[in-house]
């Protein structure tokens, strides 16, 4: 059975930082892509980033440069690290088991709220 487990989210000021983290079980890590999608209050599941069983790193265009999305598979961890922080970065973030596009299956989410 596949389980993600995200955490790391919270409250934090515009031009804040936030470190995201998904543990996986339930398949072998290494060889799956796996992204982070988000999903704003009364908005639907947009795709953030993906970082590919190859290597090959990914990004939406409103998050480039500000977020990095990384992995270690040796711990089954996908990590999101959040920079220079939006108000409209506010949303459920969700690690997800594949590439672009793919919105299942992912975990819980954890909340991130951008707020002054």
């Known amino acids: 059975e596949v389980q993600l487990v995200e955490s790391g989210g919270g409250l934090v000021q515009p031009g804040g930082s936030l470190r995201l983290s998904c543990v996986a079980s339930?398949?072998?890590?290494?060889?799956?892509?796996m992204s982070w999608v988000r999903q704003a209050p009364g908005k639907g599941l947009e795709w953030v980033s993906t970082?590919?069983?190859?290597?090959?790193?990914f990004y939406e265009d409103s998050v480039k440069g500000r977020f990095t999305i990384s992995r270690d598979n040796a711990k089954n961890t996908l990590f999101l690290q959040l920079n220079s922080l939006k108000t409209e970065d506010t949303a459920m973030y969700y690690c997800?088991?594949?590439?672009?596009?793919?919105?299942?299956?992912r975990g819980q989410g954890t909340q991130v709220t951008v707020s002054s």
């Open positions: 997800v088991k594949g590439g672009a596009g793919v919105f299942r299956p």
């Open positions: 339930g398949f072998v890590f290494s060889y799956h892509a």
């Open positions: 970082f590919t069983s190859s290597g090959d790193i």
